[in-house]
C-alpha cells in the first residue's frame, strides 16, 4: 500500500475538517458563551496537524481500490478524533471516551448521545456538534471530491470506498461532477427545509441544527426532548417529508430536478421503501390507538416515529416504550432496513432486502424447476451473480454483527433488550434504541466498553463493514 499517499491526502482531510470547526464560533461570539478560544485551539491543532502530514508527504502513485479503502476508513477515525477536540476542551465533555463516542456518532450521522443536558452545551459546541452531522452526512471523502480538485486523484477508488449501497453508480462520467451534483442537491435540500423551519417559528440555530439532523438522517437536535420539545404540527411534518427526501436515493432527486419528473414511480427501490413506511405505519398505528385520546396525534406521531426510525434518523416526538411490544417490534425491524442506498440513511437498505427476498423467491421456483434459468431482476435488469452474491455476504455479516455486539454489550452487565437495540441502532446509524437506550434516554450510564463497541459498531456501519475491515485482513498490506 502507498503509506505517503494515505497520510498525503488524510493530512488535506484534516484541514478541510479544522476549517469546518470555525463556523461555530459566530454562533458562539453572537449568544456571549465562552467556548470560542476552545473550538479556535481546536481548530489550529487540526488544520497544524493536517498541515504536517500535508507538507511532510506526497502523492506518490494514482490510487489503487486498496489505497482507497485506507483513506476512507482512517478519515472516519481521524475526523472522530480531532472533532472531539471542541467538546473536550470546552469542558461540555470532559471524557474522553464520551467525546468521542458523541463525535463518531455525529460524523456517521447515528445520532446516539451521552449528553443529559443537551441545552446546557455552549452554542458553539453546539452548533459544531451538529455541523459533524451535516459533514458526515453526504460522506467527507464525497464532499472533498466535489471542492478539493486534488482528490480527483483516484476518484473512484474513494468514492466506492465511500458511498453506500451495492453499487456505487456515478451519475456522470466525472467523479468530481457526480460529487458536485451530490452536494448541491444535499446543501439544496438543507437550505429547503431550514426556510420551512423559520416559517414555523423556529430560530436560525436551531432550524440550522435541525435541518442538518434531518437531511443527513442523523438525529442530533438542539433541545432535549428532540422535535416533540416545538409542540408543533407544522414543524412536524415538515420534518417528516424531509426525513423521507433524506431516505431516498439521491439520484432520483437528481433526476427528478432534471426534468425526470416519473423518475420516483418508476423506481422500484423507491416504490418498496414507500410501501414498508406504509405498511409499519399502519401496524404501529393499529397498536399505539389505545394511548391517544385523539385518533390524529396517533396517526401523526405514529407516522413520525416510522419514518424516523425507518430512515435511520432518530428525531424523538412520542414515546414509543409506552407502546405494545408488538409495535416495537415492528420498529426494530425497520430499523435494521433503513432507507434507500444512494441516500444517507444507514441501515441494511431496501434494495438488498428486496434483492434478497427475489432471490429466496427464486430458490422455491428453482426447488420445482431444478433446470430452470431464473435471474434476479429490478427495474427489469438481470442482477449480476457478483451483486447478488456481496448483497447476500453483507447480509450475512451484518447480521453476524448484531449477534456478536449484543453478546459483548450484553457481558458489561447492560439488559438484552437494550443491549440488543443499541448494537442495531449503532449499526444502521439510528441513534436511539429501546429499553435503557429509549428515544427520551441516551448512552452515558452505559461502560466505557460497551461505548466502545457501539462507537466500532458506528463506524462498522457506516462504512458497510468491508472497506474498513479489510485493513485487517494479511493479504492486503502484501503490496
Not at 464532499?143 to 477508488?157: D, E, R
Not at 424523538?316 to 441516500?343: D, K, P
Not at 453476524?400 to 438484552?416: H, K, M, N, Y
Request: overall charge neutral.
Amino acid at each position: 500500500m502507498y503509506l505517503r499517499s494515505v497520510l498525503h491526502l488524510q493530512g488535506i482531510l484534516l484541514m478541510f475538517c479544522g476549517a469546518f470547526m470555525l463556523t461555530a464560533i459566530p454562533w458562539s461570539l453572537y449568544y456571549g458563551d465562552a467556548d470560542s478560544p476552545a473550538i479556535l485551539v481546536s481548530a489550529a491543532i487540526t488544520v497544524a496537524v493536517g498541515f504536517l502530514l500535508f507538507r511532510y508527504t506526497r502523492l506518490e502513485h494514482e490510487l489503487r481500490v486498496r489505497e482507497g479503502f485506507a483513506v476512507v476508513s482512517f478519515a472516519w477515525l481521524l475526523f472522530s478524533l480531532f472533532g472531539s477536540l471542541p467538546f473536550l476542551l470546552s469542558g461540555a465533555v470532559p471524557s474522553f471516551t464520551d467525546a468521542f463516542f458523541e463525535t463518531m456518532s455525529g460524523f456517521t450521522t447515528t445520532g446516539a448521545s451521552i449528553l443529559n443536558d443537551i441545552e446546557a452545551l455552549p452554542h458553539g459546541v453546539l452548533f459544531w456538534r451538529s455541523m459533524t452531522h451535516w459533514i458526515g452526512g453526504m460522506g467527507i471523502i464525497v464532499l472533498s471530491l466535489a471542492i478539493l480538485p486534488i482528490l480527483g486523484v483516484g476518484g473512484m477508488q474513494l468514492y466506492k470506498a465511500e458511498v453506500a449501497g451495492p453499487t456505487a453508480d456515478k451519475l456522470t462520467p466525472r467523479i468530481r461532477e457526480t460529487a458536485k451534483i451530490l452536494w448541491s442537491l444535499y446543501v439544496a435540500l438543507t437550505a429547503m427545509e431550514t426556510v420551512l423551519l423559520l416559517l414555523g417559528g423556529m430560530s436560525l440555530f436551531d432550524a440550522l441544527c435541525t435541518s442538518f439532523g434531518t437531511i443527513a438522517s442523523g438525529g442530533f437536535s438542539p433541545r432535549n426532548a428532540s422535535i416533540a420539545h416545538y409542540q408543533s404540527d407544522y414543524i412536524d411534518w415538515v420534518v417528516i417529508v424531509f426525513m423521507v427526501a433524506a431516505g431516498t436515493n439521491f439520484a432520483l432527486h437528481y433526476r427528478f430536478a432534471s426534468g425526470n419528473f416519473f423518475s420516483y414511480l418508476k423506481n422500484r427501490e423507491f416504490h418498496v421503501f414507500v410501501a414498508s413506511i406504509a405498511i409499519a405505519t399502519v401496524l404501529v398505528t393499529i397498536d399505539a390507538w389505545a394511548y391517544y385520546d385523539e385518533k390524529l396525534p396517533a396517526i401523526r406521531d405514529s407516522l413520525f416515529t416510522v419514518v424516523s426510525l425507518h430512515t435511520s434518523t432518530g428525531f424523538g416526538l412520542a414515546n414509543y416504550e409506552l407502546w405494545s411490544g408488538h409495535a416495537q417490534w415492528v420498529l426494530l425491524l425497520i430499523m435494521i432496513i433503513g432507507g434507500s442506498a444512494g441516500s444517507t440513511s444507514g441501515g441494511l437498505k431496501v434494495v438488498r432486502l428486496y434483492l434478497v427476498a427475489k432471490h429466496i423467491s427464486n430458490e422455491f421456483v428453482r426447488v420445482l424447476h431444478p433446470n430452470a434459468v431464473i435471474p434476479v431482476r429490478i427495474h427489469g435488469v438481470s442482477v449480476s451473480r457478483e451483486i447478488m452474491s456481496h448483497v447476500l455476504g453483507y447480509f450475512a455479516i451484518y447480521v453476524l454483527a448484531i449477534f456478536t455486539g449484543t453478546f459483548l454489550v450484553t457481558s458489561t452487565g447492560l439488559d438484552w433488550t437494550s443491549s440488543l437495540s443499541a448494537v442495531v441502532s449503532t449499526l444502521g446509524g439510528v441513534g436511539p434504541g429501546m429499553g435503557t437506550v429509549g428515544p427520551f434516554d441516551n448512552y452515558s450510564h452505559l461502560t466505557a466498553i460497551a461505548k466502545w463497541v457501539l462507537a466500532l459498531c458506528m463506524l462498522l456501519g457506516r462504512l458497510e463493514f468491508l472497506s474498513f475491515l479489510i485493513l485487517f485482513s494479511p493479504a492486503y498490506w502484501r503490496s
